[in-house]
């Protein structure tokens, strides 16, 4: 099956500092990866499609200015979380979609905004 | 959309004792219905897919039932581990066949 690498696995930052996380897919290309988050004891939530070669789809609620989405090859899928703030604080999780409609997730990204 | 509901929310179990967790899906028709496993702080993991033919899949202690009538499966875990502590999802699928997830059953077993 395929493989996602999720890096850092966990970040702490500063208010008003940006965050950048990555997702690669060792081994399967990515045309299409989900970006999720998930609070506490709280389900996933799909926050958006990323396409490589073009703009990612919001979810509604979501600010494309506040978490950019970049998909610039079939291994590399971004999330930058810009002017981060203390309730963006947050469990990030990237997902691929394989045959059958497998999903493969990163091991996900644990933010802490100070 | 698919909509999922799952039941129970929580449960505490012994080690080496059974449980079943529901999913029940409210529309279809859907392609095949998975069950994944995710650790705290891990991100999910597939633990088994069933198609529309397919009535019982297992795979090592879990076992997975489907009934496409009444828009039901069921995972069936046996001989509990401490390990199979972690929440349990079936995901439902929104527009563009986009997965979608529930809280789905946390699950705790104890020594």
């Known amino acids: 099956g395929a493989v996602v690498s999720q890096h850092p696995s966990r970040v702490i930052c500063k208010s008003g500092t940006s965050v950048k996380i990555e997702c690669r897919s060792l081994d399967f290309q990515a045309t299409t990866m989900f970006w999720y988050r998930q609070f506490p004891k709280q389900s996933l939530m799909l926050m958006a499609t990323s396409n490589e070669g073009s703009k990612a789809t919001y979810e509604q609620g979501v600010e494309k200015d506040k978490f950019l989405i970049n998909h610039a090859s079939l291994t590399l899928s971004t999330l930058t979380v810009t002017s981060a703030h203390p309730e963006d604080s947050s469990f990030y999780i990237c997902s691929t979609r394989g045959s059958a409609e497998k999903l493969f997730f990163g091991s996900g990204t644990q933010l802490s905004v100070l | 959309k698919n909509q999922v509901e799952q039941s129970p929310q929580s449960l505490i179990i012994l080690e080496g004792k059974n449980c079943t967790l529901q999913?029940?899906?409210?529309?279809?028709?859907?392609?095949?219905l998975r069950w994944y496993k995710q650790d705290t702080g891990r991100g999910p993991v597939s633990l088994t897919i069933m198609t529309f033919s397919e009535n019982t899949k297992s795979n090592g202690r879990y076992t997975a039932t489907l009934d496409a009538d009444t828009k039901q499966s069921s995972l069936h875990i046996t001989a509990s581990q401490l390990s199979d502590s972690a929440s349990y999802i079936c995901p439902g699928r929104g527009g563009s066949y986009i997965p979608t997830f529930g809280r789905g059953t946390s699950l705790i077993v104890h020594p």
């Open positions: 999913c029940n899906y409210t529309v279809s028709p859907f392609s095949n």
